[in-house]
């Protein structure tokens, strides 16, 4: 079955920059499409980048141009680099896969001074 487990979230100070890892196993990786999805308190979980199976990226409008979704076929891991962070990007990060089902369990990912 899917799993997904994610790392790399913490405290980070307004501008700052952190790099989260999706590590996937239980399907062929390099076949499909993988994206980042993000819910902060109290609000819907919304979508913010997905990079296709060719490295083709697309994101959410507030994050583009500060963060940055690729990925490592070799190792079945996606990742979301995030810069420039900001106070509304704290949130719980999760990675999906889009044509299956299962998620993650998420990342914290908290911007404050």
């Known amino acids: 079955q899917v799993q997904l487990v994610e790392s790399g979230g913490g405290l980070v100070q307004p501008g700052g920059s952190l790099r989260l890892s999706c590590a996937a196993s239980?399907?062929?990786?390099?076949?499909?499409?993988m994206s980042w999805a993000r819910q902060a308190p109290g609000k819907q979980r919304e979508l913010v980048g997905t990079?296709?199976?060719?490295?083709?990226?697309t994101y959410e409008d507030s994050v583009k141009g500060r963060f940055t979704v690729s990925r490592d076929n070799a190792q079945n891991t996606v990742y979301l680099q995030m810069n420039s962070l900001r106070p509304e990007d704290t949130a719980t990060y999760y990675c999906?896969?889009?044509?299956?089902?299962?998620w993650g369990q998420g990342t914290q990912v908290t911007v404050s001074s």
């Open positions: 999906f896969v889009p044509e299956l089902s299962g």
């Open positions: 990079i296709s199976r060719d490295g083709i990226t």
């Open positions: 239980g399907f062929t990786f390099s076949n499909y499409i």
